[in-house]
């Protein structure tokens, strides 16, 4: 499966921004579709997923502020971001994965990686 990721930008805080990631050449329902994001500086971190079977999983700091949805008949994931932190600046990329639900926070269970969309989010 190919994803293409989208929708970054330049926002202040306080703001909302959407991220989507669009699959082709597979199902997203055959997959969990995570969000994963790098900040400058720092390592890749989970975001949030959404299962094959409808399950979320946020990351603590995203949780409240951020929703992860899927619309099948686009095969796109999204990721809406709510009242954005300037620490949410980042490049934010999709990943699917087949791996079993509890250890879809692990980067390294991703099969396979869309490119990142940067969100920074000034002061």
């Known amino acids: 499966v190919q994803l293409q990721a989208s929708g970054g930008g330049l926002v202040q805080a306080g703001d909302s921004l959407t991220l989507s990631c669009a699959a082709s050449?597979?199902?997203?329902?055959?997959?969990?579709i995570g969000w994963f994001r790098q900040a400058p500086g720092k390592e890749r971190e989970f975001v949030a997923a959404f299962g094959w079977s409808g399950n979320t999983k946020y990351t603590d700091p995203v949780k409240g502020r951020f929703t992860i949805s899927r619309d099948n008949a686009k095969n796109t994931v999204y990721l809406q971001m709510n009242s954005l932190k300037p620490e949410d600046t980042a490049v934010y990329y999709c990943?699917?994965?087949?791996?079993?639900?509890?250890?879809?926070?692990?980067?390294?269970?991703?099969?396979?990686w869309g490119q990142g969309t940067l969100v920074t989010v000034s002061s």
């Open positions: 050449g597979g199902s997203v329902r055959r997959y969990t």
């Open positions: 990943a699917a994965t087949t791996v079993v639900w509890g250890r879809v926070t692990e980067e390294k269970n991703a099969m396979y």
